[in-house]
């Protein structure tokens, strides 16, 4: 872990979910808090316990579902009420309850907020916050304080905002972090007020920063240069209107340009896959230009610029794609590269020893599938079965799927039925299965795995976890691609396949073949 100087504070899961199209269910939190604890960030703010079913269920599956290596995870919440007291305050106590070591308080620090919003007045809502720090402080939680509207604040009345940030201080909190919470700030004008603040104060700051003026990971930056030890962001700049600052790019700016190190050694390499990772989980397609980790951050054109290149990449690059994990591409097809799949190999315990025409074939097949609507960053399983293919020219198989139909119909009693039929071959053996589901790709696995269970029991185990569906831009005349990404569990793990075709029906069934073959590998079962 790092040290505690300095806090990479991630608020993905709260603030980033604010923004408008991205809907994230306790399963998704789940799973992006555990991305996240894999880059490294010292801090998850996990939501609003108490606030809302979805945020408290979440707090209690994080109880015994989330083992977090590198973070601390944070509850986020309200100062109490005004004129309440903070041990009887309902929200407090779900802070107090929430099991996260760590809690973050929004209070108002801009006077107009104040009467309007709070309908109270300074003084109170100054005893507010101190009241709320000292009582979170002396049930053993940290406390950190968003100083919300803080710019707006300190433009409109510096004594009141230089007041939040004494009284917060003094009460105990470890950090301030001020929030430019309409986005509106420019950096220069950042850097004078965290220079005022700190001057004025004994606090240590932090800051958060909304994109409104394009500058939000330039505002953060002039913050840290001005004193803050403490950046707020989300992974990929995900929040309302025009998002948050996004850590991926100031933790790659403050460790390959400032040498600052904030994460743990090597992480920065996990940069990539866990910034498109998360994207998938989101389904909120990645930006191609996202500093640092988009597919075009370290791309070139064929004609001067790839000559030179060839002679220097740094003649044409600010840095090493591979410092963050990406590649440098020449835009001849979907990003791929030799040291990337050798890495990936390698992580998944797949040993292709050097073989240059090996790997050189998973090059060419990844990029062509790539350009035709498939991703791997997210779809592990797949990408190990088509590794295996390479390396030993032969594909994992238990099965053969010979043909598939799916129906769904309205009965004469308004009920929808969905029924699936497959016919496959295994162990030299025809056979012909069905089932019923919720819809056709239910329908399709409950059929699957029945139909095998004959000869592999151990099936039973297996459980269609997540399912997501991609429509892609049409790349076939004015065909539309689908992409499908399936998880799986056998109760102790979860892997994730893929399936892409112009129906979606036909490429669920890709993934989930992807699935249950992957799933009898991990169960210990020989191909045939």
């Not at 986005?183 to 909304?210: F, K, Q």
């Not at 220097?312 to 990337?340: F, I, T, W």
């Not at 010979?402 to 496959?424: C, F, G, N, P, Y």
């Not at 056709?440 to 269970?453: E, H, T």
Request: hydrophobic letters at 40%; a negative charge.
């Amino acid at each position: 872990m790092v040290s505690d100087a300095f806090h990479i504070y991630d608020t993905t899961l709260r603030d980033g979910a604010q923004q408008e199209g991205l809907n994230l269910s306790v399963h998704d939190k789940l799973a992006i808090a555990r991305h996240l604890d894999d880059l490294g960030v010292g801090f998850i703010e996990g939501g609003w316990p108490g606030a809302n079913p979805k945020d408290t269920e979440f707090f209690e599956r994080a109880k015994t579902e989330l083992q977090l290596k590198n973070a601390t995870f944070v509850a986020f919440g309200a100062t109490r009420r005004p004129n309440v007291n903070a041990a009887d305050d309902v929200l407090l106590s779900a802070l107090r309850n929430s099991g996260a070591p760590a809690v973050t308080l929004v209070a108002k620090a801009y006077d107009r907020h104040v009467d309007l919003a709070l309908r109270t007045t300074l003084d109170e809502n100054l005893a507010m916050i101190e009241d709320s720090i000292k009582h979170l402080r002396s049930e053993g939680q940290r406390v950190f304080l968003d100083a919300e509207h803080f710019f707006d604040g300190y433009r409109s009345n510096r004594a009141y905002a230089l007041e939040v940030v004494r009284v917060a201080a003094e009460a105990g909190a470890d950090v301030v972090a001020l929030c430019d919470t309409n986005g509106g700030m420019l950096p220069d004008e950042l850097s004078d007020v965290v220079h005022d603040i700190l001057n004025s104060t004994s606090a240590r700051l932090g800051i958060h920063c909304h994109n409104d003026t394009g500058c939000a990971v330039a505002n953060s930056m002039a913050a840290v240069a001005a004193g803050a030890t403490h950046v707020q962001g989300t992974l990929n700049g995900y929040g309302e209107r025009t998002g948050n600052a996004d850590l991926v790019t100031i933790i790659a700016n403050l460790q390959l340009k400032k040498k600052q190190q904030v994460l743990p050694t090597g992480a920065l390499e996990e940069a990539f896959r866990i910034s498109h990772a998360v994207a998938e989980v989101t389904n909120v397609a990645p930006s191609a230009r996202q500093p640092y980790v988009g597919f075009s951050a370290f791309a070139h054109k064929a004609g001067l610029h790839a000559s030179a290149i060839k002679v220097d990449p740094s003649l044409y690059q600010h840095e090493d794609p591979a410092s963050v994990g990406n590649d440098m591409r020449m835009l001849v097809s979907e990003m791929a590269g030799r040291a990337s799949i050798e890495l990936k190999s390698q992580e998944l315990g797949i040993d292709l020893g050097g073989n240059r025409e090996v790997i050189g074939r998973v090059v060419e097949r990844v990029k062509e599938m790539e350009a035709h609507g498939f991703t791997f960053e997210a779809a592990d399983a797949s990408f190990e079965l088509l590794l295996r293919e390479e390396a030993t020219g032969t594909r994992p198989s238990f099965f053969a799927i010979d043909h598939w139909l799916t129906t769904v119909e309205r009965a004469a009693d308004q009920r929808i039925v969905t029924k699936a039929e497959i016919s496959l071959t295994a162990h030299g053996e025809k056979i012909v299965c069905s089932g019923e589901g919720n819809g056709p790709v239910n329908a399709f696995d409950k059929a699957l795995r029945s139909g095998l269970l004959r000869f592999y029991p151990e099936l039973a185990q297996l459980e269609l976890t997540d399912y997501k569906v991609r429509i892609l831009e049409g790349r076939l005349g004015t065909g539309a691609i689908t992409r499908v990404l399936v998880e799986t569990s056998d109760g102790k793990a979860e892997w994730n396949t893929v399936g892409v075709h112009e129906n979606v029906i036909a490429a669920s069934a890709m993934a989930l073949e992807d699935a249950v073959t992957f799933g009898l590998l991990r169960l210990g079962r020989i191909p045939d």
